[in-house]
């Protein structure tokens, strides 16, 4: 670790008209704060999105990284505006993680960011699915249904739900379907089968109660109700529950989640993200958990694709994740 960190940085940061520049910025150290310098970057949906859609120029864009620790602050740490793609990034000690040594590079890493955080929240936080968390066990006669399995959130959370000894079935384009099982996926399906909601009834006995539906447009949230057994159950999605998944069955219970609650102060997008203490903490304790389950390969990292270009060419990525292109990998930048 050392003092020496300039008194500005290349960051990418919203700009009027929908857009995003990289602009140098000031470093501006906070003694509170762990900075680090960054090496990797890699791309949420929700980065394009809030370039386009929270209006606050000249903030840093950019939820996940990776990065060696140059300065540590004095008295723990503080919530800062301050987004991932940049040179230098503040975080706070509670909510990073150490990487086992030789383990996973920082591109690997990096991927690790807000897709994993949000599927550790959606199965294991006691006010979402409340899944045995591992190191624990479930019996392993019960199923959990994950819609969108080669996303980046469904891939974490197959690997999580099958550590923590539950059956996952899942949907997925079939180009991904030896992905998905190589993760831990009990059963995948093609969600464009027309008998997909008859096949998942067969597989699981017809006994499903939980589900995770990482896509959550009313098409999948709709699917995912109807592969459900009768009778009460739970359905966690990452968008706004839909009322035409409500009406299919009244009984299963469609709640949102997305990992910003946990992050200590409010995030201004969509309806918005306040902050929920027992969120942070619940993070804070899984995080502890991590770099044991990635130095026995328990937890693998997305596969990634890097974006060549540096911070220059991230604005690119958002438009060809927007254009839908990113299926079964995640983009990952040196900067």
């Not at 991927?111 to 899944?131: D, E, I, N």
């Not at 469904?154 to 099958?162: E, F, K, R, V, W």
């Not at 923590?164 to 079935?169: E, P």
Request: hydrophobic share 35%.
């Amino acid at each position: 670790m050392s003092a020496s960190v300039p008194k500005t940085m290349r960051a990418l940061t919203t700009q009027p008209e929908r857009k995003a520049a990289v602009t140098e910025v000031p470093y501006q150290a906070l003694p509170t704060m762990r900075s680090s310098s960054r090496l990797c970057g890699s791309a949420e949906p929700t980065d394009w999105k809030f370039v386009e859609f929270v209006q606050n120029h000249g903030t840093i864009c950019g939820c996940d990284w990776s990065g060696n620790v140059v300065q540590v602050g004095k008295n723990g740490g503080s919530y800062t505006d301050r987004g991932a793609f940049a040179e230098y990034v503040k975080v706070e000690p509670d909510l990073t993680w150490k990487v086992p040594p030789g383990t996973l590079s920082h591109e690997e890493t990096a991927t690790m960011g807000c897709a994993f955080w949000t599927s550790a929240q959606a199965l294991f936080h006691p006010t979402r699915l409340a899944l045995v968390e591992p190191p624990n066990k479930a019996s392993g006669n019960e199923w959990i249904f994950v819609y969108g399995g080669s996303s980046s959130v469904g891939l974490y959370a197959i690997q999580l739900a099958h550590l923590a000894g539950y059956k996952v079935v899942t949907v997925a384009s079939p180009k991904h379907h030896e992905l998905v099982k190589s993760l831990g996926t009990d059963a995948v399906f093609d969600y464009k089968d027309p008998d997909v909601v008859s096949k998942i009834k067969e597989v699981t006995g017809d006994s499903l109660h939980v589900g995770f539906d990482t896509i959550s447009v009313p098409e999948s949230q709709v699917l995912t109700v109807k592969s459900f057994a009768s009778g009460p159950g739970k359905l966690i999605v990452i968008q706004q529950p839909e009322d035409d998944a409500k009406k299919v069955n009244t009984e299963v219970a469609i709640e949102h989640t997305l990992i910003y609650t946990a992050l200590g102060k409010e995030l201004k997008l969509g309806n918005g993200y306040p902050p929920i203490p027992e969120d942070r903490a619940h993070m804070a304790q899984f995080l502890k958990k991590v770099p044991g389950l990635v130095s026995s390969g328990a937890i693998k990292p997305n596969p990634i694709r890097l974006w060549e270009g540096g911070l220059e060419a991230i604005p690119a990525g958002f438009l060809y994740m927007k254009e839908g292109k990113v299926t079964g990998e995640k983009l990952v930048y040196r900067v």
